[in-house]
């Protein structure tokens, strides 16, 4: 009678215990909720963006750049892009004076560190018409690697003030760059 009394209580006990630990996990689980929603992206016209440069330089070495470029914001901080890009070129220290375009294109990137305060990384290869001292000219397609960063800083409206300092890290020996010098910008941009 003992052992079936134990049996019984330990049934019992066991029952209990599972009931327990059921309801318990009833009390614990939240009730289920609406199905999250994902974040959805903004649409693609808010993604991509299209800016560039204009160059200018005027004296005895004239320099006139075009450089448009179309960018991708890959998520809030990261973009990346294409350049490409026209000199036309006038050199006045040769007689008769040099006169040449210069052609090529671009892959980049930005990371944004901060909003105003970015590091920047680019590819680039640009076709070059050298002069010899009998007055012929070749064209050689050149490569660079820039690598720096900038800082851009809203002055009112779509209008931003931009900084940037990058260096060739190639150093191909056909540069127009003298070894680690620096390439710093400065310029304003508008957005319309």
């Known amino acids: 009678?003992?052992?079936?009394?134990?049996?019984?209580?330990?049934?019992?006990?066991f029952g209990i215990s599972i009931y327990a630990q059921d309801t318990i996990v009833e009390q614990v689980q939240p009730e289920p909720k609406e199905k999250k929603q994902k974040k959805q992206k903004p649409p693609i016209s808010e993604r991509i963006y299209f800016g560039g440069s204009l160059g200018l330089t005027f004296g005895t070495y004239t320099r006139i750049g075009l450089y448009p470029m179309m960018a991708y914001k890959f998520t809030p901080k990261f973009s990346g892009g294409v350049k490409i890009l026209y000199e036309y070129v006038?050199?006045?220290y040769y007689t008769p004076s040099a006169e040449f375009s210069n052609y090529g294109g671009s892959l980049f990137s930005r990371y944004r560190l901060f909003p105003q305060l970015y590091l920047h990384a680019e590819y680039q290869m640009i076709n070059f018409e050298w002069y010899n001292f009998n007055g012929e000219s070749s064209r050689e397609w050149v490569p660079f690697l820039y690598l720096g960063g900038g800082y851009s800083q809203n002055v009112g409206g779509n209008a931003w003030l931009n900084m940037q300092v990058l260096f060739d890290v190639l150093q191909d020996s056909r540069s127009p760059y003298t070894q680690w010098q620096p390439i710093m910008s400065v310029g304003v941009g508008v957005g319309f």
Not at 5 to 11: A, D, K, M, N, R
Request: charged share 25%; net charge positive; no cysteine.
């Open 1 to 13: 009678m003992k052992k079936i009394l134990f049996v019984v209580s330990l049934l019992l006990l």
């Open 90 to 92: 006038k050199d006045n």
